[in-house]
DNA sequence: CCAGCAAACGGATATATGTCCGCTTGAGTT
DNA sequence: AACTCAAGCGGACATATATCCGTTTGCTGG
């Protein structure tokens, strides 16, 4: 019932590719208020002109503040803390990022190549956003650990991976015994962005090299007599 | 001339296992001065004092300092952050992991069995020192983010992978194709310390469960007609 | 137009990390 | 035993994050 001679028959649970926000409900309390829409403007163009012109954590959040011209209060509530507001300048890259997996993952070809394909895409979205991706690992320490895994974009990732993955099973491209959770974690392990950038600029590899080797990975997780 | 019949015949460069240490010269300027031995004793023991009494990142440097009678500057000479005093105290720790590995690892068996174990112990490893471990990564952020993977002892741990995959190639019981580096970085990220807590505490996975994964994954690459 | 209030504001404040620098002292040398 | 000085010491200081709280203000219903 799930697979015949390694043809698709149908979709068991979570085989679909997860929707990005999903789950979100968002009673949507109330419209927000002008002046917090100004002020929010405010400090996302004064981060972002900051950051361009510095490096990221070469700026402090009181600095931010000052240049946006609000005070401590209104920049802590609005984003809890540095790593909120890279979170708040990522979001735009991340849409896109999002929009772009879906068409080109969510649509034919097989899963194994499709999988292949996004991991490929998400070590360039490491390139493109490396900075922000630090900053938002370095504020993700002492009590807020889990924010770093337990957030909605690493959720959605490994949903798509898991559902790839899934699919890849189906389609008899790889071994039915893998535990598809692990797997997932396993594959996104090796782009965690520390290991990433360590590998790029301090090993000196290239991008190729890196999803090359995860690729040669991925063909050997077919299904086969070894084992 | 690397292998006849799965039979191991010769170790090309760099498939002995690494030594822990090995390439510190340590040219042993001169002898600790005995209030330095002294009030290094002390931090140490107020700073693991401290740790158990309360969580890791719940004590202060100040504070480790007040209890120890060291001032700052003293406690900041020997230890350049939070993270280095964690790595001192994890020292002997990561000693007898070595001495363990070295033992169990560097033996008999075959090498694909050997770094099955290795990568298990090394999952319990991070079970028994999640504390101080997740100190050190928060304390490598900003300027530092490149100690998590360039300090001595993931270094070790990357070449003890490499050496092992490298081996279990020669045995034949690895794909020839992978490449050995890229391989050894991805099997640790596994084990990576957010990742790994995440799964166990906050996703609720086994440790047996997390290993099991990872054995499937290497059963996977096995040499075999698929690729 | 006005009153009421939740939301937003902003700067003082608390706390942590990490540096600076003048003083002290252990340990070789004469 | 006195001399010397690099190493060690310690606390004030600079800077960053994050919170607190009294004040202001945009919105809405009357």
Redesign the pocket.
Known sequence: MARKGGVFVDLPQGVELPVFGAGVVEAA????????????RRVLDAARGLFAERSV??????????A???????????Y????ALCSALLAEEIEGFVDEVRRRAGGRGSALGRLKWFLGRLARFNDDNAALLGAIRD?A??G?RVEMYGNPFYSWLRGTVAALVRQAMNEGAMMGELDVECVADALLATLNIDLYLYQRHELGMSRERVTRSLHALLDGLRPGPAS
Chains 1, 2 share one sequence.
């Open positions: 309390p109330r419209r927000e208020r002008s002046d917090a829409a100004e002020s929010r954590d070469a700026v402090s959040m009181h600095e931010i503040g000052r946006a011209g609000v005070g401590q209060g209104t920049l802590y509530r609005r809890e803390h540095k790593g504020a320490g002492g807020r």
